[in-house]
Structures are given as C-alpha cells and as structure tokens.
C-alpha cells in the first residue's frame, strides 16, 4: 500500500461504511435531528476543524478540489498570479490555472519547500497570493514566508496536501496562512481512497469556499437562497461514503504520526553520519509528518550512483512532482514567456539532483520513494535496510 493510512484501514472503517449503508443516505446533506441521516461528512468536518484548532473544516472531493475552492475563496481569478515552490505535485499549478490564475514558480531550499529569500523578487504588480507547499510532510518556514506576505499585503494559502497531522512550532498547519488544503487520497497519512479538506478560521472565506465548492449555495444549504446566492460554483462536495472512511481515518491520524515519528528516528540514526551526505533541512524537526526521509549528497554522481544500488532514483528524476518533468506545465509556461524547462530554477535543480527520497509511511516511486521502510516495519527490518542504505553509499 502506497500510504500509511491505506496499511491501516480496518475494523473501524468497516463500522463507518456500514453505518451509512444500512442507513440507505449517501448525500452529505440531511437533517441532524434525524436519527437515519449519519452525518459522516458533517462530523468528519467539525472534527478536523478542531483537529487543526480552527472554527471551519470543508470536505471536497480532493486534494485538488481543495486547492482550487481555497483560490477561488481568496478572490483569484484571471491573470492574478500566485506565488508557488519550483517542486510540488502539479496539481498546485493546475489549480491556480484553473481558478484563472497564473502560477509564477520560485526556487526551493534544502528543505524541498518554497525558500522564502526567493519570494520578493518574484513579486509582480498581479501577485495577488503566495503558496507554499509543505513537501513530502515537511512543514514550510511559515514564519519567514508570512513575514515577506504580511509586508507585501499578500495572503497565504497553505498547500498542506501532503502534511496532513504536521505542525508548525506546535501548531497544526492550515492555520498560519488565511486558509489551507488537504488531501485524503492513498499516498497520504491518512486516506479516504480520494477527497479533501479545506480549513480557515474567516467565516468569510469559508462561506466563499463552501460556495464555490456547491454551486453557490451557503454553508449546509440553509434556508431558502433564491436570489442570494452571490458565488458562482461547481460541485465538489464529498458523499457519505467517503465522509465514513475519511472520519474512521482521521480517528487514527495522531496514532499513525506517532508511529511514523518513531520508526524514522530509528531509520535516521541508523544511517546518521555517512560522510559526503546530510538530511533535508526541517524547519519543525518536531512538526514533520515523518512519511519520508530525504538524504542530499555532496555531489549528483554520488545520489545517482546510489540510487541506481537501491533501485530507486534521485529526486530530480522522479515523477511530476519536478517541475521540469511536467512537459504540459512546461508547455504553458512557455506559451506566457515564464521560466520553464530544466535550467529555469537552477537551484532546485541542483538541490533535487543530490537528493534521495527514502520511504518511512509513503511508498511511492512517483515521489522517488521506491526504497526504505514503512508503517508497520519491525526493528529487524528497519536495521537491515539501514544496512543496505549504508553499503550503497560506500
């Protein structure tokens, strides 16, 4: 299983999903008087919220989804540009394409998330947002990233989409910027085979996102809204079916960071202090989803080199996640005479080109992760693949 949250689908989920089927009602919209309406979508959204320590939580049908109503919410629309991270799973680029957006890309750090010292000099008089996105479970430098927005007037969407259960200087992300996404799909923490959540604390964006996310309608369809309805929506709403496995899900989110948490301090101090190789930067070492392990060597020939020992591949040659793999991102940049193709960011070249992504929760080779550990691996196993790591960097 590609995630941690898909190995640890249960008994629990089982229950959720019966629930809903012996109630017959698999619309997320019902009365909460009524005894036969379930109200798992309801539930899941009121439990994230306070998971995040937010007043709002909207569920959607993914990740995506996610991102494109927290863009629309924020008022982006044609030609605004929103600033994102030169690495990130295309759909952080597709969404802001989508809310009729531009996204201007910016380099990364050492570790893999947007470096804030690149942000001001990517600023343009239609920068209207800023993006980041917390890779592979690592939280952004949220500090310095809101510094450089709250003095250029600019909000902050968090992409949190691959962070779900981190937190940023004991604070859960999505809450720091004015809104953030998640996404629930089989690579993540936790998973509801497909979905999303937005969260915010404005009572004004999430009316705006719930909007967007229902055809205009305003939160739970309260009341009769012909000719108040003052968003132009789509329909991204999630179904009971989903709300049932994504709540059972969520129930376990804490015990699968803990977890996961563990078993990479056992993985990183077996491999700890191989000369010519270091680990990602964490700007939140305590914060982190702990679902990957990311070394950087010294040099690209020396990452390719054990790559190719361990079957796997360095980051730079993974999937599209990078953006000059993404040949229709490449495609639109270039049709706008913005930077695009291998050489654009030459810094996150340079960094993805030294880095190997080693597995702890999240197997997956589209990430580069097709070698090292995962949720349930016992101590045995966790050593002997630290062994192997280590003979591959002799």
Known sequence: ?????????????????????????????????????????????????????????????????????????????????????????????????????????????????????????????????????????????????????????????????????????????????????????????????????????????????????DQGHSPLRGGVEVGRRSVLGLNFRMNELTGAVALAQLRKLDRIIAVLREKKRQFKESITGIEGMKFRTLNDPGGECATLCTVIFDSPERAARVSRKLGTTTVNRSGWHVYSNMEHINRYLRDRGLPHGKGAYPRTDDILSRAINLSVGVVDAGLGAAFGINIDSSKEEIRETAARFREACR
């Open 1 to 213: 299983m590609p995630g941690p949250g898909s190995q640890w689908i249960g008994e629990e989920e089982v229950k959720e999903i019966l629930d809903v089927m012996s109630s017959g009602h698999l619309f997320r919209y019902g009365s909460l008087e009524d005894p036969g309406f379930k109200h798992k979508v309801y539930s899941f959204e009121k439990e994230f919220a306070a998971c995040c320590g937010l007043k709002y939580a909207l569920a959607t049908s993914s990740g995506t989804a996610a991102l494109l109503c927290a863009l629309k919410a924020v008022g982006i629309g044609e030609g605004d540009e929103v600033i994102v991270p030169a690495y990130a799973f295309i759909a952080t680029y597709s969404a802001v394409i989508f809310a009729g957006g531009i996204p201007v890309l910016a380099e990364i750090d050492e570790s893999l998330c947007l470096d804030p010292a690149d942000i001001e000099r990517r600023i343009g008089p239609k920068t209207k947002a800023i993006m980041p996105v917390h890779m592979l479970g690592n939280p952004c430098d949220l500090e310095a990233i809101t510094a450089v927005a709250d003095k250029l007037g600019l909000p902050v969407i968090e992409d949190a989409c691959q962070a779900n259960g981190a937190s940023y200087k004991g604070r859960r992300l999505g809450g720091k910027g004015v809104m953030g996404a998640f996404s629930l799909n089989i690579f993540k923490t936790v998973t509801a085979g497909d979905g999303g959540v937005v969260v915010t604390d404005d009572e004004d964006l999430y009316r705006n996102a719930f909007g967007f996310h």
